[in-house]
């Protein structure tokens, strides 16, 4: 109704969570003198918690911390971004930019080896990353020329790169452009150029490309305004977590 579409797939293919607790490796919570917890549903009040079920266990365990030892957050407070690599080590990214633990967190998706720094977006249920990646890489197939918005630090763009000749990755976050351009040269990778602004400007500066597949994952808020209508390729393949934002991009 939304998108105004003629057709729709009779059929979504869902694949599930292999599990549904202990899965989430990303999360962010709120420090207040009052304690440690989540925002309320709808509300900006804090519900205090030291345990979180959906957390990967070393996140739980980081959220414990947090709450046990106040003196950590030294009066920061507002809301950190806890993030759990693959092997379990965790990052915590306070407010003022700081961290604790790791500056960066090691994970592996789709056969590659990528380092996302603390604050730098990243799928958060780890077990089902490979899949996300691998169904993306098969609806973007393969080629000459592939473009990429929203490109993070490389979660998509290393597999992209094994399939296109070139790939050109936009992506305005700078530690994302920083992490993306070290997993690249990691992966001695050097047939993408990373554009680091943001995807608005990229399209203004590149009217003349024409890639053969454009592949976008932006946030929950969709496109911003005025760039749906200047892609142009072959084929689109568009990663959403929000389906609203997406039928108002498809129309």
């Given at each position: 109704r939304i998108g105004k579409l003629a057709?729709?797939?009779?059929?979504?293919?869902?694949?599930g969570s292999p599990a549904p607790y202990g899965y989430r490796s990303r999360a962010r919570v709120v420090v207040e003198e009052a304690g440690v917890g989540f925002r309320r549903r709808r509300s900006h009040a804090l519900c205090a918690t030291a345990r979180c079920p959906i957390l990967v266990p070393p996140l739980d365990a980081a959220l414990s911390e947090l709450d046990r030892t106040p003196e950590l957050a030294r009066g920061r407070w507002g809301e950190w971004e806890l993030a759990a690599?693959?092997?379990g080590k965790v990052s915590l990214l306070a407010p003022d930019g700081g961290t604790l633990g790791e500056k960066r967190t090691r994970i592996r998706i789709a056969g590659e080896d990528l380092a996302i720094s603390a604050g730098v977006f990243c799928q958060a249920n780890g077990a089902l990353r490979t899949d996300l990646a691998e169904a993306v890489h098969e609806a973007a197939g393969e080629g000459g020329l592939a473009l990429e918005l929203f490109a993070g630090a490389g979660s998509l763009t290393l597999g992209l790169a094994r399939r296109f000749r070139r790939v050109v990755a936009v992506e305005s976050n700078p530690g994302a452009v920083r992490d993306l351009g070290d997993n690249l040269r990691a992966a001695r990778i050097d047939s993408v150029e990373v554009l680091g602004v943001p995807v608005e400007e990229a399209m203004g500066d590149l009217p003349q490309l024409r890639p053969e597949v454009v592949v976008l994952d932006p946030p929950r808020t969709g496109l911003p305004r005025g760039v749906a209508s200047t892609l142009a390729a072959d084929k689109v393949v568009y990663l959403s977590c929000d389906p609203a934002t997406m039928a108002r991009d498809l129309a």
């Open positions: 057709s729709v797939p009779e059929r979504i293919e869902m694949r690599g693959d092997d």
